[in-house]
């Protein structure tokens, strides 16, 4: 059993938990908060299980490291903290673990993130020995493994395109919704996550792993971006009002452009209630689905929909994106200590009949 910690239970943390309690290779050994009201917790409570695991949450770092984790799921924000969350994640791969996160955008495509970045982990590893798998956005393998399988399908592939399309009243973070997107912000207010360039640091290596599999070089990344104010006043159970003129939706491309025209697309559809911009693309049902479209012979196109937690898809995509990481962990603590991406490491099989916790 490889001993597990997981560092952080927010909308992550909370799945991972339950991810790792579930698997039969892994063994919740710790459970790291910054929020001294969880402190003394049962880790079974805080990932909102019926049963208690046996584990007390704890906000002693040092600790929790020095307990020896063979594995650490870095389940702590890196939106507005990169730089923090970069110097946990080094700490726990110096302690010799095998990490797996969706906090650092730039190591999704680890070969080309910025040098500095990359030479600090890999210092890292070669001080202490552990591993680095980062993935997890929209949600991880819907910008990789899944178009990559999909366009095995084909006979020819002209365009691929991954869409994530969620109504984000669901996602219990008003501070990324509001402020980081500019949900309910007048249209003049300049959201930090649309700002030129920003998408291209987070999607555009997932641009890049997807040409990497396809075997071809990307030119450039563009970046197309619109956004439709709210008609009426519309309120949320987890964040209140969204008033009337404010933004309501977002949408935007990140473009890998190949042959002088976008072939590998990104595309975000976000609204925070379904009455915005209902001429944009919608999910089949429900508040949110992930859809790959392979245009070419034959076109085919997937839709995914995920609920976890009484039915949310937000906590769905989560659990989905957990999935993802914490199912890579028993592969990665059999390979060579070093930085990986998805295009390295399997997708694994489920275990049918695993226990649940």
């Given at each position: 059993?490889?001993?597990t910690?997981?560092w952080g239970?927010g909308?992550v943390g909370?799945?991972?938990?339950r991810?790792?309690?579930?698997h039969?290779?892994?063994?919740l050994t710790?459970?790291?908060?910054h929020?001294?009201?969880?402190?003394g917790?049962?880790?079974?409570?805080?990932?909102?299980?019926e049963?208690?695991?046996?584990?007390?949450?704890?906000?002693?770092?040092?600790?929790?490291l020095a307990?020896g984790p063979?594995a650490?799921?870095y389940?702590?924000?890196?939106d507005?903290r990169p730089d923090?969350?970069l110097?946990?994640?080094?700490q726990?791969i110096?302690?010799?673990?095998?990490?797996?996160t969706?906090?650092?955008?730039p190591?999704y495509?680890q070969r080309?993130a910025?040098?500095e970045?990359?030479?600090a982990?890999l210092?890292a590893?070669a001080?202490?020995?552990?591993?680095l798998?980062?993935?997890?956005?929209?949600p991880?393998?819907g910008?990789?493994?899944l178009?990559?399988?999909?366009?095995?399908?084909g006979?020819t592939?002209?365009v691929?395109?991954?869409?994530?399309?969620?109504?984000y009243?669901?996602?219990?973070q008003?501070?990324?919704?509001r402020?980081?997107v500019?949900m309910?912000q007048?249209?003049?207010?300049?959201?930090?996550m649309?700002?030129?360039?920003v998408?291209t640091?987070?999607?555009?290596?997932?641009?890049?792993?997807i040409?990497?599999?396809?075997?071809?070089?990307?030119e450039?990344?563009r970046?197309?971006?619109?956004?439709?104010e709210?008609?009426?006043?519309?309120?949320?159970?987890l964040?209140?009002d969204?008033e009337?003129?404010t933004?309501?939706?977002v949408?935007?491309?990140?473009?890998?452009?190949?042959?002088?025209?976008?072939?590998i697309?990104?595309?975000h559809?976000?609204?925070?209630?379904?009455?915005?911009?209902?001429d944009?693309?919608?999910?089949?049902s429900?508040?949110?689905a992930?859809?790959?479209?392979?245009?070419g012979?034959p076109?085919?196109?997937?839709t995914i929909?995920?609920?976890d937690?009484?039915g949310?898809h937000s906590?769905?995509g989560?659990?989905?994106a957990?999935?993802?990481?914490?199912?890579?962990?028993?592969?990665?603590?059999?390979?060579?200590?070093?930085?990986?991406d998805?295009?390295?490491i399997?997708l694994?099989?489920g275990?049918?009949g695993?226990?649940q916790?």
């Amino acid at each position: 059993m490889i001993s597990t910690l997981v560092w952080g239970t927010g909308n992550v943390g909370r799945a991972a938990i339950r991810a790792v309690a579930a698997h039969p290779a892994l063994k919740l050994t710790g459970v790291l908060v910054h929020n001294p009201d969880k402190v003394g917790r049962d880790a079974g409570e805080l990932a909102g299980l019926e049963t208690e695991l046996g584990v007390a949450a704890t906000d002693d770092l040092a600790a929790a490291l020095a307990a020896g984790p063979q594995a650490v799921v870095y389940a702590a924000s890196g939106d507005i903290r990169p730089d923090d969350a970069l110097a946990d994640i080094l700490q726990a791969i110096r302690a010799g673990a095998v990490v797996v996160t969706p906090a650092l955008y730039p190591l999704y495509d680890q070969r080309n993130a910025p040098v500095e970045m990359r030479d600090a982990v890999l210092k890292a590893i070669a001080e202490g020995g552990g591993s680095l798998f980062v993935s997890g956005i929209d949600p991880g393998w819907g910008n990789d493994v899944l178009p990559l399988l999909m366009s095995g399908l084909g006979h020819t592939v002209d365009v691929v395109r991954c869409q994530e399309i969620f109504d984000y009243a669901t996602y219990d973070q008003p501070d990324s919704v509001r402020y980081l997107v500019g949900m309910g912000q007048p249209m003049d207010y300049d959201p930090p996550m649309l700002m030129a360039s920003v998408p291209t640091m987070v999607w555009g290596g997932q641009i890049r792993l997807i040409a990497r599999g396809l075997g071809v070089e990307v030119e450039e990344i563009r970046e197309v971006v619109h956004r439709r104010e709210l008609e009426t006043t519309v309120s949320t159970d987890l964040m209140g009002d969204f008033e009337a003129g404010t933004q309501g939706a977002v949408r935007f491309e990140v473009q890998g452009i190949i042959d002088g025209r976008p072939r590998i697309v990104i595309e975000h559809v976000t609204r925070i209630h379904a009455c915005c911009a209902t001429d944009w693309p919608m999910p089949p049902s429900g508040a949110g689905a992930h859809r790959v479209i392979i245009e070419g012979r034959p076109n085919i196109e997937v839709t995914i929909q995920a609920t976890d937690e009484d039915g949310n898809h937000s906590a769905g995509g989560n659990a989905t994106a957990v999935g993802r990481l914490v199912g890579a962990i028993d592969w990665l603590a059999t390979a060579e200590p070093g930085l990986y991406d998805a295009l390295d490491i399997p997708l694994r099989p489920g275990t049918l009949g695993r226990n649940q916790p």
